[in-house]
């Protein structure tokens, strides 16, 4: 069946930077979609959504875009934080899979 | 407060025994699921129940059973079949699974079988 995958299983980066987190999905009849926070031992928690009919969705310091065209989504972060370390998915509201993850570490 | 819970948070069980594991939401949702996370893996779904009385396999459907009596409840039974059962499970529900709405996640349970 059509999947949802990361592109990036870690990423690290230092405080105070912007972050980049990228997403591929499959499905093209896909209308609706949802970035996660999990951290250690918890889970995961929402963090923004997007529709298919926006390009760009602005929340407190966080960004997703979507590019239809090619089918990718990514989730831009702001001045990291070391509380911003955690793993981030994405995924399809109509299907409820999501793909492998990526590990967001922030360094000091 | 309105959420999903899951219960209990660590569990500790012997090779061979079933175990129940409990989900619990008071969102009014109608969509339940049931997640495993394996260490430094993402979500693998084994079940989902778009509403009362009804549920479906996921994709990691073998050894596990669940029911859907009550709106509220989804409770997983990890069977003695379930070859791996050492896992982090999560619940969560949704208002309803074509709506395209968010998923509320419970905080997991890890499961050991020793």
């Known amino acids: 069946g059509e999947s949802v995958g990361l592109h990036l299983p870690t990423l690290s980066v230092q405080e105070g930077d912007n972050s980049i987190i990228n997403c591929a999905y499959s499905n093209s009849a896909s209308d609706y979609f949802i970035w996660y926070k999990q951290e250690s031992g918890k889970g995961p928690q929402f963090i923004i959504d997007?529709?298919?009919?926006?390009d760009k969705r602005q929340g407190q310091r966080v960004t997703v875009l979507l590019n239809k065209t090619v089918k990718h989504l990514s989730l831009q972060i702001a001045a990291t934080q070391p509380g911003d370390s955690a793993v981030y998915f994405c995924?399809?509201?109509?299907?409820?899979?999501f793909g492998a993850g990526t590990r967001l570490t922030v360094k000091p | 407060d309105g959420g999903i819970t899951q219960s209990p948070k660590y569990l500790f069980r012997k090779e061979g025994q079933n175990v129940t594991l409990s989900c619990e939401q008071n969102?009014?949702?109608?969509?339940m699921y049931w997640y495993r996370q394996d260490p430094g893996q993402g979500l693998r779904l084994i079940y989902y129940?778009?509403?009362?009385?009804?549920?479906q396999k996921g994709d990691i459907a073998e050894g596990y059973s669940v029911s859907r009596e009550k709106k509220e409840s989804f409770p997983l039974t990890v069977t003695s079949a379930q070859k791996n059962p050492t896992a982090f499970y999560l619940c969560?529900?949704?208002?309803?699974?074509?709506?395209?709405?968010?998923?509320?996640f419970g905080q997991g349970t890890r499961l050991t079988v020793v």
């Open positions: 997007i529709r298919s009919n926006m």
């Open positions: 995924a399809e509201s109509n299907d409820m899979r």
């Open positions: 969102l009014n949702h109608d969509a």
């Open positions: 969560a529900s949704s208002m309803d699974s074509h709506l395209n709405t968010e998923a509320f």
């Open positions: 129940s778009q509403i009362v009385n009804d549920f």
